[in-house]
């Protein structure tokens, strides 16, 4: 395994500028984990979670809205904040980051893509070995009985509710304060211990415990990669820092390492 460069030989990458000590690693790497959050979806025209939001929800702050006090104090609202994220999502198509990361699987004998995402834009691109570390949008559970259901479409009552006991129907994702499903979580750590490279994209790196995956990968002396416009708390730990926009930096990765 290629150790990561020092900061001496740290690099800035413009987004068609890729070290060619990465294009090698990357092309021997056997095991790959990649790690995305919310810019991974901006360029799909889903706001990043920490975003100004627009419109009808502009004041609000997402970190008030999810949580379970929120869905208890106002269900109406929690719920229709979501039906507004879902229609986003479900407007939006995959880009050429996540369309870049549904090749590299192909290209890699062992990878895994955790993600942070609800909007399921890996799989509608391609992905298959995807662990959903915080949920689905697309899916309801019933917020008492945690089963999945599935909402009636002349659902006029908001939230809907469970046909089996009459409870709220809630997004199934998880929100602040709550646990991450113990199986996900658990791979998740696993697939940053196993690998040889681990990319860390578009993520603020903000929200435990998802932000300690690249530095449990770090310690065990996987190459980290940082795919983000922006400094984060990752960014001067990782061996390479590519700035810019997934969408030119993953298929500009990708056109140096496999064309
Ligand atoms: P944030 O909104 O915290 O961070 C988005 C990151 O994406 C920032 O670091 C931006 O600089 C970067 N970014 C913006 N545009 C980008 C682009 N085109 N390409 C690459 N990077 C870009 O979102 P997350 O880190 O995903 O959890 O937030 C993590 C979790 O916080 C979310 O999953 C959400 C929230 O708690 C839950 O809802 C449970």
Not at 94 to 104: D, F, I, W, Y
Not at 144 to 166: K, T
Not at 167 to 182: I, M, T, Y
Not at 184 to 190: R, T
Request: charged share 25%.
């Amino acid at each position: 395994m290629a150790p990561n460069p020092g900061p001496e030989d740290k690099v800035d990458t413009p987004a068609t500028d890729i070290p060619e000590s990465l294009v090698t690693t990357l092309r021997s790497t056997q095991k790959l984990t990649v790690l995305t959050g919310s810019g991974i979806s901006a360029e799909s025209g889903v706001p990043t979670f920490r975003d100004a939001q627009t419109g009808l929800w502009a004041r609000y702050d997402p970190m008030e809205l999810a949580t379970p006090e929120a869905f208890e104090r106002d269900p109406r609202l929690v719920w229709e904040w979501y039906a507004w994220r879902r229609k986003l999502a479900g407007k939006a198509a995959p880009n050429r980051g996540h369309e870049a990361l549904a090749e590299l699987e192909r290209r890699v004998p062992d990878f895994v893509l955790l993600t942070q995402n609800v909007d399921g834009l890996h799989h509608r691109a391609g992905s298959q070995n995807v662990v959903e570390l915080h949920g689905n949008i697309t899916r309801s559970i019933c917020s008492v009985e945690g089963v999945l259901v599935e909402p009636r479409e002349d659902d006029a009552i908001v939230p809907p509710s469970c046909p089996g006991c009459g409870a709220f129907l809630r997004p199934d994702v998880v929100w602040f304060g709550e646990a991450l499903p113990a199986g996900e979580i658990e791979d998740a750590f696993d697939a940053a211990r196993e690998c040889d490279v681990f990319f860390s994209i578009g993520t603020s790196g903000l929200v435990q415990p998802a932000a300690s995956l690249a530095f449990e990968a770090l310690r065990r002396g996987a190459v980290v990669v940082e795919v983000n416009p922006n400094d984060t708390p990752l960014t001067r730990h990782a061996g390479y820092a590519l700035r810019g926009k997934a969408g030119d930096v993953l298929p500009g990765l990708m056109r140096a390492a496999y064309d």
